[in-house]
T-cell receptor, first 110, second 113 residues
Framework: EDQVTQSPEALRLQEGESSSLNCSYT??????LFWYRQDPGKGPEFLFT???AGEEKEKERLKATLTKKESFLHITAPKPEDSATYLC???????????FGTGTSLTVIP | DTEVTQTPKHLVMGMTNKKSLKCEQH?????MYWYKQKAKKPPELMFV???????INESVPSRFSPECPNSSLLNLHLHALQPEDSALYLC????????????FGSGTRLTVV
């Protein structure tokens, strides 16, 4: 069964304190893994797509990496405006559906 | 245009009302989706349209009725909803294969009273 698990569920960081969010997945075959940021009451905002193990993508203070079983979203020197829920979604080789993880709620304290 | 536009942003309806949610995109995407999201939960897939045809219905109750009039528009007709249907309803669009990810709208916050 396809499954996506994110950890931790919630994370509080001091401004400037770097950390990583985890997304573990089990799918029969991975077409793509996607990271989204979601602010309260808003739709998810696309961040990254990763397709193969070893791939890395960067955007400002965020860096996403992918292995055969998990993905990490590294946040370097976060700022309060990085506070949001970060969602991971996995697309298996069959079909065009995504399976979302439960998200990590990140709070960055000034 | 790289946006998915949803209207209205907020909707309050009674359990006997009929209302519709609207979604529009002009990115040339031929797959469109409706998701339901409860507070502090991930989005849950409701319906998938591919080339204007319903391809996936995730066992959604018949009080939710989707419609795709053309390749740019997606509607969700609501009738006889229950208070537990209150949620954020998200529309998304993508390349038909889903490759390159989904583009989400900002959602409609629905409250059923």
């Amino acid at each position: 069964e396809d499954q996506v698990t994110q950890s931790p569920e919630a994370l509080r960081l001091q401004e400037g304190e770097s950390s990583s969010l985890n997304c573990s997945y089990t799918v029969s075959g991975l077409r793509g893994l996607f990271w989204y940021r979601q602010d309260p009451g808003k739709g998810p905002e696309f961040l990254f797509t990763l397709y193969s193990a070893g791939e890395e993508k960067e955007k400002e203070r965020l860096k996403a990496t992918l292995t055969k079983k998990e993905s990490f979203l590294h946040i370097t020197a976060p700022k309060p405006e990085d506070s949001a829920t970060y969602l991971c979604a996995v697309q298996p080789n069959t079909g065009n559906q995504f399976y979302f993880g439960t998200g990590t709620s990140l709070t960055v304290i000034p | 245009d790289t946006e998915v536009t949803q209207t209205p942003k907020h909707l309050v309806m009674g359990m006997t009302n009929k209302k519709s949610l609207k979604c529009e995109q002009h990115m040339g995407h031929r797959a469109m989706y409706w998701y339901k999201q409860k507070a502090k939960k991930p989005p849950e897939l409701m319906f998938v349209y591919s080339y204007e045809k319903l391809s996936i219905n995730e066992s959604v109750p018949s009080r939710f009725s989707p419609e795709c009039p053309n390749s740019s528009l997606l509607n969700l007709h609501l009738h006889a909803l229950q208070p537990e249907d209150s949620a954020l309803y998200l529309c998304a669009s993508s390349h038909p294969t889903g490759n390159y990810g989904y583009t989400f709208g900002s959602g409609t916050r629905l409250t059923v009273v």
